[in-house]
């Protein structure tokens, strides 16, 4: 009796469970950006930029199938601080974010630098200058954000629809707009303006752009990453994605205007 009893549980236990399933998988990597072209951005419902094209070329090298998800920019960041097997591009590597993420990169670089109008009258020569300005636009909780603030700028206004920010500049509403290189010449054909429009008047540093995975994500995984990109780079591949995007480096040149320095 005490064998059937037995008997009948076993089968009961292998219906419920049975002996070829599957075990659970592991948590899949999540891949985060904002709507910031032409780094990242989203056209017709899909993600497109020199940031998301190294990103897709790497998800295929490491066998990544999640799709980023496109976020605010705040949202973004603080969900990678917390969440594990998390990562967040494009992003700067600065001092003050070292030890928060590990980061895979560089994927590519940048000259950030301040744009007037081409009509605007300013002839100032150091940072005094600028901070004198009216107003100065930039990405709101980025890292030239956060350290002009500790360079006592107080002109700033920080940018949440950046997809808006050329208008502001063109319409007046702001004195002046801070933007990298590649971001303003993407802006000006976008809305089939010159590049005659704007002109530069202080350059920032040139700064390198990269994948910054949550520290809760296993090492093994971020230099897998690391790993593929470094190929990427050896198979030529990396040089024609920034060949397409950046097809002309030397827009503007601004050896011996306003230098900013900022970490």
């Not at 799709?67 to 591009?89: C, D, H, M, Q």
Request: proline content about 5%.
């Amino acid at each position: 009796m005490v064998l059937l009893r037995s008997l009948i549980v076993l089968l009961l236990f292998l219906s419920i469970f049975p002996a070829n399933i599957s075990p659970a998988k592991a948590s899949e990597l999540q891949l985060l950006t904002e709507n910031y072209p032409p780094f990242n951005y989203l056209e017709q419902n899909q993600l497109k930029g020199v940031g998301a094209d190294i990103v897709r070329a790497l998800q295929e090298k490491t066998d990544t199938v999640s799709e980023p998800k496109v976020l605010p920019w705040k949202r973004a960041y603080r969900t990678t601080l917390s969440t594990p097997n998390t990562g967040i591009f494009s992003i700067t590597r600065t001092k003050q974010r070292e030890s928060l993420f590990n980061w895979v990169g560089p994927l590519y670089s940048v000259r950030d630098y301040i744009f007037i109008r081409k009509t605007s009258d300013f002839s100032g020569q150091n940072i005094s200058d600028l901070k004198a300005l009216h107003s100065i636009g930039l990405q709101a909780e980025g890292a030239v954000h956060k350290a002009l603030e500790k360079l006592s700028f107080n002109n700033l206004v920080p940018i949440h629809q950046v997809d808006k920010q050329l208008d502001l500049l063109i319409s007046g509403r702001i004195s002046a707009l801070q933007v990298s290189d590649l971001t303003m010449s993407f802006d000006l054909q976008k809305n089939n303006l010159r590049f005659t429009e704007v002109k530069p008047i202080a350059v920032l540093n040139e700064a390198d752009m990269y994948l910054a995975f949550s520290k809760n994500t296993p090492l093994a995984e971020v230099n897998k990453w690391q790993k593929a990109l470094n190929e990427l780079i050896k198979e030529g591949q990396h040089a024609a994605i920034l060949s397409k995007h950046m097809p002309n480096l030397s827009l503007w040149s601004l050896e011996t205007g306003i230098q900013v320095k900022v970490n």
